[in-house]
């Protein structure tokens, strides 16, 4: 009787080893992970932020002959007057 509780107690702490140390490797893999979708946000930050100014380029070479339709400067005055915004909100944060 004693020999099977032993046992039984042994199986446990056998099984409690692997359990930790399964543990141990899925916390590594999760931090890898973590820095991996780091790197990613801001890979994706820097690619949105070139697709911004490559946008802005486009737009300014669109000023340059002057024929742009009324759609056209509708989007441009829309799209100057978010950045007048973005620009005021960071003078408040800078004033604050």
Do not use: F, W
């Amino acid at each position: 009787m004693m020999a099977e509780l032993d046992l039984q107690i042994k199986n446990i702490q056998d099984k409690l080893q692997q359990l930790l140390k399964q543990h141990q490797l899925l916390q590594k893999e999760n931090g890898k992970l973590k820095k991996e979708l780091e790197k990613m946000q801001q890979l994706g930050a820097e690619k949105e932020l070139g697709l911004q100014t490559l946008q802005q380029q486009v737009d300014v070479l669109k000023l340059g002959p002057g024929n742009l339709s009324e759609t056209e400067k509708n989007a441009l005055g829309k799209r100057i007057d978010t950045y007048l915004k973005e620009i005021d909100k960071c003078l408040a944060l800078l004033n604050t």
